[in-house]
């Protein structure tokens, strides 16, 4: 454990969305979460400033453009719960917090199936402007039929069909971040009186088989030009995509934690075979940590939220996204029997590594403690600390995506009790390396994406006006 890699300074981002109940259903009951304000600005710059004490990369949005109806086939269980609704936009949710904070990250998911590639890569661009350089773009496909229905897009045949689809709306953007404007395009000469140098500001022509984009761009670069490209896909064509195009994968499992073992080996084989190293991707598993001052209170705590989870909230969010629905079958039933009954091959379960002898009640059960879910840390500063030590390096991870319980309790629980303690192993920055989010994630004089990414290959593609 103290051979070099395990040294690793480790990275952490708080998950978060706008809205009342993301994954901790029930949750927004107790009487000292906050989550109940989340439209409210203020809740926005108050939990984005601890987050930044906190000394996080970022403040990890997610979101979703329908409700979910795969629940018993209605609206009504996503509505009961809160599940994901009512939701606001987390991009200008963003844009409030970038005005709150300095260095923290604004990590910001977007779907690429429900806009064009020009009007989403001039939201980022905006963004990564009005933040100065601390934008991440979370890539996703969409998933809920109601998203499709309310953006009149047509339901695509497969998740794999959507990805192939995302690898050309990937290039559009990268084409106009990086390749419409030169470096000093933007000349804003007094003497001259030029803004832009025209001999400098390209169109792009982009002519594909689902997108046509003529450009140029019309905004100026920004400090990072191509945000920070975030991705969470886990099956098998979502893990090509994200070793293909992520500087950062966000990789979940359901399952034991020793099915990180082959999910994380197998992102990095793919990544390497794009010509990427294990320097270019960060990996982050998701975790969640119940902290206090020592183990004891931490337990107490745990005990006393878990009064206020609902479980059956997180079983539907999982059926939304995974579309398998547990409920339907005998508890007795083996998970992987249940699967296949299904028609599900075990690639197209998001969560899909599974222990081979697991029941569905085991798997339901799973949610009622949050112990039960991997990745989740229950102690005082010093067990919580050994046991994230522990995971990263037993995966191979570089850090984790935060869960919390409670806002914004959970994430001042961290700055308070598990900050310190990392940082006093050497294992946490003690000031953030740089002012853009990709300096902070792989160090300083890296505002932009590496050149053996596949938009750096856009550089000076373009020529002509
Ligand atoms: C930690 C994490 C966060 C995610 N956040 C979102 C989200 O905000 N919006 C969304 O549509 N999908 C989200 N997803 C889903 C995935 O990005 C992906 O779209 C989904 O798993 C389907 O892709 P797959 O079939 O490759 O797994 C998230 C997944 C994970 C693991």
């Not at 559009?172 to 990086?178: A, I, N």
């Not at 804003?188 to 003529?214: F, T, W």
């Not at 950062?248 to 990180?260: H, L, R, S």
């Not at 083996?334 to 002898?357: C, V």
């Amino acid at each position: 454990m103290s051979d070099a890699p395990s040294k690793r300074a480790l990275h952490f981002s708080l998950l978060t969305m706008p809205t009342l109940a993301h994954n901790d259903y029930g949750m927004w009951r107790h009487p000292e979460n906050r989550k109940a304000r989340f439209d409210d600005p203020e809740f926005w710059a108050d939990l984005a400033r601890i987050t930044e004490e906190a000394k996080m990369d970022s403040l990890f949005m997610a979101d979703g453009l329908g409700i979910a109806d795969s629940f018993g086939g209605s609206f009504d269980v996503a509505l009961r719960e809160g599940m994901h609704v009512p939701v606001i936009d987390p991009g200008l949710v963003a844009a409030s917090v970038a005005a709150a904070t300095t260095h923290l990250g604004l990590a910001i998911t977007a779907a690429s199936t429900y806009d064009p590639p020009f009007s989403l890569s001039r939201r980022m661009a905006t963004l990564d402007h009005l933040s100065d350089g601390r934008v991440g773009w979370n890539v996703v496909t969409g998933f809920l039929k109601n998203g499709d229905d309310n953006y009149g897009v047509p339901p695509a045949s497969s998740s794999a069909q959507r990805y192939d689809t995302t690898e050309e709306f990937m290039d559009v953007c990268y084409k106009l971040w990086e390749g419409s404007w030169e470096e000093d395009a933007y000349v804003l000469d007094r003497n001259s009186a030029v803004v832009i140098d025209p001999a400098k500001v390209h169109r792009i022509d982009h002519v594909g088989e689902h997108y046509r984009c003529s450009g140029p761009a019309l905004w100026h670069p920004s400090p990072q030009r191509t945000p920070v490209i975030l991705q969470a896909g886990m099956s098998e064509r979502g893990r090509l995509f994200g070793a293909k195009h992520a500087e950062v994968i966000f990789a979940a499992t359901m399952a034991e934690p020793a099915a990180y073992t082959d999910l994380i080996a197998d992102i990095r084989a793919k990544a390497a075979s794009f010509g990427r190293g294990r320097e270019d991707l960060k990996i982050m598993g998701l975790a969640g940590i119940i902290t206090g001052e020592d183990d004891a209170a931490a337990e107490r705590k745990a005990a006393e939220y878990e009064k206020w989870f609902r479980p059956d909230g997180f079983i539907a969010h999982l059926n939304a996204a995974n579309g398998f629905n547990p409920m339907a079958h005998d508890r007795e039933e083996l998970l992987l029997e249940a699967l296949r009954t299904d028609g599900f091959k075990r690639d197209d379960f998001t969560n899909s590594i599974q222990r081979a002898d697991i029941t569905v009640g085991e798997y339901m059960d799973k949610f009622k403690e949050f112990r039960a879910t991997p990745g989740t840390f229950i102690g005082g500063p010093q067990k919580v600390a050994d046991e994230i030590e522990e995971f990263v390096d037993r995966f191979d991870l570089d850090g984790f995506l935060l869960r919390s319980y409670s806002y914004p309790a959970s994430v001042r629980d961290f700055r308070d009790y598990i900050m310190p303690e990392l940082q006093r192993r050497g294992r946490y920055r003690t000031d953030y390396e740089g002012t853009t989010l990709r300096e902070n994630l792989f160090g300083a004089g890296h505002a932009r994406i590496a050149a053996n990414h596949r938009a750096a290959g856009f550089r000076g593609a373009f020529t002509g006006s």
